[in-house]
């Protein structure tokens, strides 16, 4: 309980301290498992893959395999379009919600109400301090933090870079940025 108290703290954008990742796929399966999380919120381009595949790579159905067979459900959190999310979702077989609008979070506490999941065995992985941790922020959903993993971005990304590229290098430099294996105990 202590333990996950402390690990929340680390959540919360108001402490601007945040847990990091290179990736989603350095994450160890096993961090999610002794984090308690049922549920893992993903969000998608930058975080799963580049926003030009339609198509999941191997690399992304092989980790989102792993993350269900340790007994955790995977659900895609998206602010693009209905068409790209939901085609994208079918082919790895996984719930999504498109047009998520991060950072607000009254989609996704709708979402987490009708599902009935307890926010407490949640995380959201995704690649923007704006939107991705400033929703997990507002619904109480611990978060890591992922840089992005391939350099383009879509051109409604661009206005958040902005932002989000200053305030990580501060929090980097401040050591605000905590890497996800100090809080991964056991291994
Ligand atoms: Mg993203």
């Known amino acids: 309980m202590k333990e996950r108290f ?6 919360c954008l108001s402490r601007k301290v945040f847990v990091h990742a290179k990736s989603l796929f350095e994450i160890d399966v096993d961090f999610f498992v002794q984090h308690n999380v049922k549920t893992l919120f993903v969000d998608l381009d930058n975080t799963l893959d580049s926003y030009r595949l339609y198509v999941p790579t191997e690399r992304t159905k092989e980790y989102i395999a792993k993350v269900i067979e340790a007994g955790i459900t995977p659900i895609i959190i998206s602010n693009n379009k209905g068409k790209r999310v939901t085609s994208y979702a079918k082919n790895l077989g996984l719930e999504c919600m498109y ?3 991060k950072p607000f979070a009254r989609k996704i506490k709708r979402l987490i109400a009708q599902k009935s999941i307890n926010v407490d065995e949640t995380m959201m992985v995704g690649d923007q301090l704006v939107t991705d941790a400033g929703m997990a922020n507002k619904a109480n959903i611990r978060m890591v933090l992922t ?4 350099k383009e971005d879509q051109w409604t990304t661009h206005f958040n870079r902005l932002i989000d ?3 990580r290098k501060h929090y980097a430099k401040k050591g605000k940025l905590i890497d996800w294996r100090t809080l ?3 291994s």
């Open 184 to 186: 991964y105990g056991k």
């Open 6 to 11: 402390r690990y929340n703290n680390y959540m």
């Open 147 to 150: 840089d992005k993993i391939v």
């Open 99 to 101: 047009s998520a609008r």
């Open 165 to 167: 590229r200053p305030m």
